[in-house]
């Protein structure tokens, strides 16, 4: 499903609803995060870094990894199921 929504914060945003299978993410270790691991309830960010080491996971969906990555935002509806599921995971 895909949804927009006509409030000033949004403008100009779609969001596209999603299943999704996995929240927990392992940064890679050519990143200069300061982590080594990530939830992501939604792909895509209106915030606009131009340094985000996610960008290019928008490139996976067949969307635009510049102006597509701000605009465009796929959440994951299930999220906190998923996150239940995964966290309790022994692995």
């Not at 995060?33 to 915030?47: A, D, I, K, L, Q």
């Not at 990555?69 to 996150?83: G, H, M, R, T, Y």
């Amino acid at each position: 499903m895909t949804r927009t929504f006509d409030t000033p914060e949004f403008r100009g945003i779609t969001f596209h609803e999603v299943r999704a299978r996995s929240l927990v993410n392992q940064v890679p270790g050519a990143s200069r995060m300061p982590f080594e691991w990530t939830v992501n309830p939604y792909r895509g960010c209106s915030h606009a870094c131009v340094y985000c080491f996610a960008r290019k996971t928008h490139s996976y969906l067949d969307l635009d990894t510049g102006i597509g990555f701000d605009s465009q935002i796929v959440v994951k509806v299930n999220a906190p199921e998923v996150l239940r599921r995964e966290l309790a995971a022994r692995s």
